[in-house]
């Protein structure tokens, strides 16, 4: 085991596991298609054929302050905003490309923008950087945007011209953590079986990045997902392996553990709707309802949610996002106790919802609408008081529940996940 990453892992993470709750930003010219982010692959389009949302490029209604105040409102404590998806389109003044949104009408560095705008609510920030690049000459997938490496395992990167990518890619990742000031997190995307660690010069990259930014925090996809052997999932982790794992679109039966069954800090990034950047057919959203329990469900496992948005071409968080986003804050106002440096009970899940906790706090969150009785698994007469966190009421505990609890509107009002506080007696 090697301790020291491992250790310094454990440092680094310490403000991660604690605030739990961030918002993911997909943002960038694919917001005018409106399909997805993949659209330039999906649709086979040519750099011509793309060409023409970088001209038209213009969001005109970006307010950064205006989505910092709306993700502070929702209780995330932290923001991940695409710097260059893999259409390689940069959202920054990068001094290696003039493929940049300094060089659209906007003549903005959105990512700047961005960066200033959520540090000033308080917010810790951080930047999503794609490793693909379907745009640079000497991207393997250049022209062709399907999956070299997956359809064609045999595909012999050329070294010297895949090299001069790397070059790029690793100056763009410099120029991030040199001219933006303090960042938070570094999130990568995404590798492949055939394109992962050293294909990437990854250990140059992560001795660069941990020179530049000791503090920063990086994810775990500079290895392929599902990868073991000296992954974060291992006992042995590679210097490269990342401070957190990224599940996507799911949450880990168990949360996540290495080998040796220890937790690990672990992200699931979500979507809202079905698409991580704007879709204007795509109106199937998730209730706030169910991102809350998401929500706490990750907490339970030990793990972080973060939730994605994706901003329109004009510049705007869609108004279904902001709605959903401020439901879901105005629970946290009355439930942050349950979220915020809490984790794994300890105790086995409830049939009627989840557990988290707090050094001796226990959290229970109460998702069933119609359970019986309360029986608080055993713990009463192992538990000295609990209160209700919505409202401060006093919840009995070990005698007969007062009858309004009974009520199936009592536990209706419960059923949304509220929480009931139990300062632990020593013994739990
Ligand atoms: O291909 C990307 C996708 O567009 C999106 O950015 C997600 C978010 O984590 N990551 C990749 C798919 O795994």
Known sequence: MNRSIVEQRTERTQWFLHDRFGMFIHWGLYAIP?????????????????????????PDLYDPRAWARIAKQAGMKYAVMTAKHHDGFCLFDSQLTDYKSTNTQAKRDLVREFLDAFRAEGLKVGLYYSLLDWRHPDYPAYGDLHHPMRDNPEFERDPATFDRYLDYMHGQVRELL????????????????????????????MEMIRSLQPQIIVDNRLEASGSIGGSIYSNDPSFYSGDFASPEQIIPPRGVVNEAGESIPWEACITLNNHWSYSSSDQVYKTARMIIRKLVECVSKNGNLLLNVGPNARGEIPDKSKAILEEIGSWIRRNSDSVYGCGEAGIEKPEWGRYTKRGDKLYAHLFEENVGAINLLGLAGRIKKARLLADGSEVLIGHPWNTALYSNDAFLSLSRPEHYTFPLPDEI
Do not use: C, P
């Open 178 to 205: 040199t001219d933006y000031g303090m960042l938070d997190i570094m999130w990568f995307d995404f590798s492949y079986e055939h394109l992962q660690g050293k294909a990437w010069r990854a250990n140059e990259l």
């Open 34 to 58: 409106a399909r997805d982010e993949w659209v330039r692959s999906q649709e086979k389009m040519t750099l011509e054929d793309y060409q023409v949302y970088f001209d038209e490029f213009n």
